[in-house]
């Protein structure tokens, strides 16, 4: 027993030692990894918070949009993109404001929305589509040259056709006829023949290309 007592002090002691050179860095790393922690959860709590609020922000503009009231969807879709920026909520209330700006007639209300969107919105395939209805308020104010500055580059994928459509649109404008019809083609060969959702647009364009024809 008491061989065992001896051993157990001598542990007891290299511990003691151990603890005294090394423990003040075993705090700091347990105290670390407990603030990393906490700040964690209070960072996952934070943006919790925040999306929840931004929905609710985006419900009352959805029915201020659908009350038709312009001024009260500009200043809910301000807050939106003020307060939320960081949320798809915000991206989402700023197309849907810049969407009844325009059906209002008021274009800089709406080209606004849409810079916002097209630039600072956290969704890649919603910025595409805020870009291309930027284009669009652009070309109706007749800003040509910076609608087709908005639309280069030509992205990829489900956007194509429509940029190209509307590229055609905007060189056609300039009296650009040949490079209007390159662009209308391009349109043509990036919708889907099996698509049967793209049969307006893809007759649309074909009307385009035949008018340039007589």
Not at 172 to 181: L, S, V
């Amino acid at each position: 027993m008491a061989v065992y007592d001896l051993e157990e002090q001598e542990q007891i002691a290299q511990i003691r030692a151990w603890w005294e050179r090394y423990g003040n860095l075993v705090v700091t790393v347990l105290l670390a990894a407990a603030l990393a922690f906490a700040g964690w959860a209070g960072w996952r709590r934070y943006h919790a918070g925040n999306a929840a609020e931004a929905g609710a922000l985006y419900a009352e503009l959805q029915l201020v949009i659908a009350a038709g009231n312009a001024q009260q969807a500009r200043e809910i879709a301000a807050r939106l993109t003020g307060s939320y920026g960081g949320t798809i909520q915000a991206q989402l209330g700023a197309l849907s404001s810049a969407e009844v700006q325009f059906q209002k007639n008021d274009l800089d209300g709406a080209r606004a929305q849409l810079e916002w969107a097209a630039t600072k919105g956290s969704d890649v395939e919603l910025r595409e589509l805020a870009r291309l209805r930027l284009a669009t308020v652009l070309l109706q104010q007749g800003a040509v040259d910076e609608a087709l500055a908005r639309l280069q580059p030509v992205p990829t994928g489900v956007w194509r056709a429509r940029f190209e459509d509307l590229r055609g649109d905007a060189l056609a404008a300039q009296g650009k006829g040949d490079e209007a019809r390159a662009a209308w083609q391009a349109a043509l060969d990036a919708l889907d023949v099996a698509d049967t959702d793209a049969a307006p647009l893809r007759g649309m364009i074909r009307a385009k290309l035949e008018s340039l024809e007589g």
